[in-house]
């Protein structure tokens, strides 16, 4: 009987141990193709994601494309609208008359032309122009506003930094000047105007602070909702995910904060 129970228990403890041995077998070949699978399903998936990453880029690449030519061809039918040799003529001949009588006059008129010149102006092929020329269109704002309304005219405008060999797209600092001398309160000396042009670290920082004209606040309102919409629809076209614009614009202040990483 002894011997009888032993070859049992040995057969199955053998029994036993073939099966966990078989279920091993079983379990690693299952884990193995399960391995094999999520793998091969991983690799799949960032195809997948690769693909449509792809698809993505290229159609914001073609999107930021049309976008930059409806601008320049937003660009264009402004200037369209304009015969600017028959406005130059117009303003040569001004001129003409009044420079040796009223020079205040002829200064206006000379500085004018020179604002309309550079707005009408061609663009190169990059749609951009000389940092250094926009910069200058800015001087000849000022200066107009100067003129026009002598002693009672407060604008600190600074500019720091090499602006040789940078290039932008033009009159973009420009409208944002325009809006200070259109709408903002020029006269109390104590809250004067301030323009500021920075370049440093490859980037450029534009800041313009003025006081508000209470008379205009309406103007203001639709230039706000207009003319900032337009500023960034172009920034967007030609600077996308590299620019910047803050606006604030309070009871008092009206401000406007650009930076431009790597023109």
Not at 36 to 44: C, E, P, Q
Not at 105 to 120: D, K, W
Request: hydrophobic residues 40%; glycine residues 4%; charged residues 20%.
């Amino acid at each position: 009987m002894a011997k009888s129970g032993s070859f049992k228990e040995r057969f199955f403890s053998i029994a036993v141990t073939e099966t966990a041995s078989h279920i091993g077998r079983a379990v690693y070949f299952i884990g193995l193709s399960t391995a094999y699978w999520l793998g091969l399903t991983a690799r799949r998936r960032q195809k997948r994601i690769a693909a449509m990453q792809l698809q993505r880029f290229q159609s914001e690449r073609k999107q930021l494309q049309l976008s930059n030519d409806l601008s320049k061809a937003q660009l264009q039918y402004i200037k369209a609208q304009i015969s600017p040799h028959f406005i130059f003529n117009a303003l040569n001949a001004v001129y003409c008359s009044v420079e040796e009588t009223d020079s205040a006059s002829a200064e206006i008129i000379s500085l004018l032309s020179q604002i309309m010149r550079y707005a009408l102006a061609d663009l190169d092929a990059d749609g951009k122009v000389a940092l250094s020329e926009e910069i200058a269109n800015i001087g000849n704002i000022i200066k107009l506003a100067q003129l026009r309304y002598g002693d009672k005219c407060f604008i600190h405008f600074t500019c720091l930094g090499e602006v040789s060999n940078q290039r932008i797209i033009p009159v973009i600092l420009s409208n944002l000047v325009e809006n200070i001398l259109s709408h903002g309160d020029l006269s109390d000396p104590l809250i004067p105007a301030v323009i500021k042009v920075i370049l440093k670290n490859n980037s450029l920082y534009f800041y313009t602070k003025n006081k508000k004209n209470y008379i205009d606040l309406s103007v203001n309102k639709a230039w706000n909702s207009t003319g900032i919409e337009f500023a960034k629809q172009r920034l967007e076209s030609y600077y996308p995910e590299k620019f910047t614009l803050d606006i604030t614009n309070d009871s008092k202040i009206f401000e406007t904060t650009l930076k431009i990483e790597y023109l």
